[in-house]
């Protein structure tokens, strides 16, 4: 595809489920970050990627979050037990690859709205 | 730690308007600065960019500079169009590959 997709768009869930959240990035883009953005808040930095390894997780919130990146593409964001305070969207973006520090520009993806009730 | 303010809004103005949206940011060393903007109903798109100290960035009309002596990377278009309507988000990026977002500027630019 053209951009970055994220599936499902909405996602409502009863507190205590889990859910996943799926990220398609761009073909060829080796970086793959996730973000969650609280309502009136600005994106938050959760987890990065290189290919399939996962770099950085310093932002997930707690052990109930867990990203993968099996093949190094698709990539998905696992919420277990799902609290109220998970409500929130949460953005995908990727980009080409960092080398020595140089810039890549982050494409977003459309976000993935969770409601958790 | 490194953090990013910007002006809250929302920012209601006429077609054909200055603009100005303030952000000023923390960090230990030179990050670079970015605004990005939404668009309803779309994901976050680049708009400018500044790597480094006196740079200004420009896209669209819009133009921010990066002022290191005042922390500020504040965004500028000199008459806005209906079409510009959205969020806009300031952004640092300092070390590895983390952003930091503002929390985000609403504007509605009106006939």
């Known amino acids: 595809g053209a951009g970055v997709s994220q599936s499902p768009r909405y996602k409502v869930a009863k507190r205590g489920q889990d859910v996943a959240l799926r990220c398609d990035p761009i073909s060829g883009h080796v970086s793959l970050f996730w973000y969650q953005q609280a309502l009136g808040q600005g994106p938050e930095f959760l987890t990065y990627f290189q290919n399939e390894a996962q770099l950085d997780k310093s932002g997930l919130p707690s052990d109930r979050f867990f990203a993968e990146r099996p093949e190094g593409s698709v990539s998905t964001l696992k919420i277990q037990r799902t609290q109220q305070e998970d409500s929130a969207v949460y953005l995908c973006?990727?980009?080409?690859?960092?080398?020595?520090?140089?810039?890549?520009?982050?494409?977003f993806g459309p976000g993935t709205r969770l409601t958790v009730l | 730690g490194d953090s990013v303010t910007q002006m809250e809004g929302p920012v209601t103005l006429s077609e054909e308007a200055f603009l100005t949206i303030n952000c000023t940011y923390t960090a230990t060393g030179y990050p670079s600065l970015f605004w990005y903007v939404q668009y309803p109903g779309e994901g976050l798109q680049l708009l400018l960019k500044?790597?480094?100290?006196?740079d200004k960035g420009s896209n669209k009309g819009f133009e921010a500079t990066y002022r290191k002596e005042t922390t500020s990377f504040h965004l500028e278009k000199g008459s806005v169009q209906v079409s510009d309507s959205a969020v806009y988000f300031c952004a640092l990026r300092f070390t590895g590959n983390q952003f930091y977002f503002g929390t985000g500027t609403s504007l509605t630019v009106i006939p």
């Open positions: 973006a990727s980009s080409l690859v960092v080398v020595g520090g140089a810039y890549n520009e982050q494409f």
């Open positions: 500044a790597t480094k100290a006196d």
